[in-house]
């Protein structure tokens, strides 16, 4: 009785993971058909304009990290990437470009971090 309780959770755990994972890619979906080509240069401002606001808020951080909108990451959400990039073209302007390090920028820990790792460990490079 109890392996029948245990698979029958796990089932709906894998059910549940299949929907939001379903839904995320809907969401996604949708915008990259709307952004087209666009959409990796649009997401990017999304971040970083996130990014700009909430550095210093770790709150908000975790709340990207954690939160959601029905099934789909409050981060991966059309509303709040659309939001975002409005944002972003503001704050950057539409002519910015970025060097796809994550959205921190290259003056950063991070990007130090990942310049020290490539220097250290150079068959590890993307």
Known sequence: MAKEGHAIESKKQADALAAATKAREDAIG???TE???DF???KEYSVRA???FAK???EALQLIETAKVGD???GDHPAFLKVFHQIGLKIFGDSATFSNDGG????TPE???RKQAAMMFPSMKK
């Open 30 to 32: 949708k915008l990259k």
């Open 50 to 52: 996130f990014k700009e």
């Open 72 to 74: 789909v990451p409050l």
């Open 40 to 42: 990796d240069k649009n």
């Open 56 to 58: 210093t808020n770790p």
């Open 111 to 113: 990007a130090a971090e």
């Open 104 to 107: 921190g920028g290259e003056n």
């Open 35 to 37: 952004w087209a080509q």
